[in-house]
């Protein structure tokens, strides 16, 4: 008796693979593998989280099948074949590894191709999303050179009846023992949101670095500059967000959060409101020796009772609008943007990492 297929389940639509390089590192077919310097793939890493954890398992079982077989001389035998499987398993991991070396150039070179023929009928600017039945993927060229490529795997949705029929139908082939699926774009970021997203993650990654990548890749070694990508974009792509959510305006315009009330001491009619607050910040900001700016936002509500100091948190909760995870509201935002020591472009740079502080920590 066969068993009934399994119920398929929605599956949110998720990051699928990030890649950043440059065309300009490899040039030649025989050193177009080093045009990719980061590479994250979800399947990959999840492969590797599962592998893991067999080999944990692996080491627990076989720890306990040597201690059952002391003074056996017939274990012998069953340690060649635990060789044998071990060499076996190597094998495997060393074919997931090349297929996944495979599939990170030829998403590199299908990108390059893309852009190229894009060009060729859009007076030169190159093309920076392309729409499939399973997938969404954009490209946007970060610095010149630098580019970075993400495909996004569309929402998985359980077909309807109906839909089940008329496909099987249309294909001539009946399959019961696989369910169908249907893939649907709806609440995923379009590509103007999910491109800023990741221009303002790079942003971000160059005000901890200050340099641009070529100034970066110059003055550091290959393997040092990658694992700086590494740290940061792997943490990155693990926690992106591809679906809709806070308010998509601000992350699709590059703007400046301001909180609900506006900044201090600005807005028509309420030149008044806040002027005080804002000629004691400034105050501290000149008076304050080796003090450059100071840019003042909240985020967050504050603590349900006032008289209760930070002495009395747990350690858990010492730091309470640190990593919440909860996404800025209409009241959140920046409310001083400091005496103009700052450009406009850093400025917004700092505000959206004080934001990532309070989401992601």
């Not at 297929?5 to 490899?26: D, E, K, M, Q």
């Not at 297929?99 to 893309?114: D, Y």
């Not at 970060?142 to 495909?151: C, I, K, N, P, Q």
């Not at 082939?173 to 169908?180: N, S, T």
Request: hydrophobic residues 35%; charged residues 25%; contains cysteine.
């Amino acid at each position: 008796m066969t068993s009934p297929p399994p119920h398929p389940r929605v599956t949110p639509a998720r990051l699928s693979f990030l890649a950043i390089y440059n065309p300009t590192l490899g040039p030649t077919d025989e050193t177009f593998a080093d045009q990719l310097v980061f590479w994250y793939s979800r399947a990959a890493a999840e492969s590797r989280t599962a592998h893991k954890k067999r080999g944990d398992a692996g080491t627990i079982r076989g720890k306990g099948g040597a201690a059952r077989g002391k003074g056996k001389a017939v274990r012998g035998k069953d340690n060649v074949g635990e060789k044998v499987g071990a060499d076996g398993g190597k094998t495997r991991r060393d074919g997931e590894l090349q297929e996944e070396e495979n599939e990170r150039l030829r998403q590199i070179g299908l990108a390059q191709g893309m852009v190229h023929f894009a060009r060729t009928f859009s007076n030169g600017e190159p093309v920076d999303s392309v729409e499939t039945e399973k997938s969404r993927i954009v490209l946007k060229e970060l610095e010149e050179g630098w580019w970075v490529l993400a495909s996004i795997d569309l929402t998985r949705l359980p077909s309807t009846p109906d839909t089940s029929i008329l496909s099987t139908a249309k294909s001539g082939v009946g399959d019961d023992k696989k369910p169908q699926v249907e893939y649907s774009a709806r609440e995923v970021s379009p590509p103007l949101l999910l491109i800023q997203q990741l221009v303002q993650a790079h942003h971000m990654f160059s005000l901890h670095h200050g340099f641009s990548l070529d100034e970066l890749f110059v003055r550091t070694s290959r393997d040092r500059f990658c694992s700086a990508l590494g740290r940061y974009w792997n943490r990155f792509a693990r926690s992106w967000d591809v679906l809709l959510h806070g308010n998509p305006a601000v992350d699709a315009l590059g703007g400046l959060k301001l909180a609900s009330g506006g900044e201090l001491g600005f807005g028509v009619g309420e030149e008044e409101w806040g002027s005080g607050e804002r000629d004691v910040l400034e105050d501290v900001v000149h008076r304050t020796e080796g003090l450059v700016d100071m840019v003042v936002a909240r985020y967050g509500e504050p603590a349900p009772s006032a008289k209760k100091q930070a002495s009395t948190y747990e350690r858990t909760e010492s730091l309470p609008w640190l990593g919440s995870g909860d996404a800025p509201t209409a009241s959140d935002g920046v409310f001083f943007s400091g005496v103009g020591a700052v450009d406009r472009p850093s400025l917004r740079n700092i505000a959206f990492w004080m934001q990532h502080v309070y989401t992601q920590g």
